[in-house]
């Protein structure tokens, strides 16, 4: 399969890419929303996008021809946000691929793009992945630790997953520093 990988602009178009990226990397499918408008209107995963262009946002998206087949991208979420679950240090990393796109490697590729990206600003990732979601293993190859299990938005297990620079800490629900 032939893709091409572009940075995620700050353009409408690629906003609305990253929304419905987003409505698959939270399965909200899985969870009975038909509509990736609703991530938009959903607490705990609007703060991955809303209003996407700020200082520390930053994005890849994969393309097969004109359609959009994967997109990662990280995010500084204030240490307030009603997502929870990381410290104000750590960018938070989403990604997913269309399920129509699903093992041809693009989710790796993309992977390789957004650590170079963070290891080049020295910046820590985390993100979380639901216990029955394979590509945990995805996230520790490319150096993503569990750090913490939370119960996520719809009440069953999730992992913490963090993916360290030198001098970032983190410290878990229960205090352990990682």
């Known amino acids: 399969m032939q893709y091409t990988l572009t940075s995620a602009c700050y353009t409408p178009a690629d906003e609305d890419a990253l929304w419905q990226m ?6 909200m499918a899985k969870d ?3 509509d990736y408008h609703v991530a938009k209107t959903t607490p705990t995963v609007a703060p991955y996008m809303a209003d996407w262009g700020l200082p520390g946002d930053a994005g890849i998206i994969a393309r097969a021809g004109q359609r959009v087949c994967g997109a990662v991208w990280l995010r500084a979420v ?3 946000s009603t997502t929870g679950y990381y410290p104000a240090a750590t ?3 989403a990604i997913a691929v269309h399920p129509d796109f699903q093992a041809h490697g693009i989710g790796t590729t993309l992977m390789h793009g957004i650590c170079a990206v963070a290891d080049q600003a020295h910046w ?7 216990a029955d979601n394979r590509a945990v293993n995805l996230y520790r190859r490319h150096g993503f630790v569990e750090s913490d299990t939370i119960v996520n938005r719809v009440g069953t ?3 913490l997953m963090v993916r360290h620079q030198v001098g970032c800490v983190y410290a878990n629900s229960k205090g352990t520093t990682t």
Do not use: E, N
């Open 22 to 27: 987003l409505y698959f990397a939270a399965q």
């Open 32 to 34: 009975g929303v038909s």
């Open 78 to 80: 204030p240490a307030d």
């Open 91 to 93: 960018h938070k990393l």
């Open 124 to 130: 820590c990732m985390s993100l979380t992945v639901r």
């Open 157 to 159: 297990p999730s992992s």
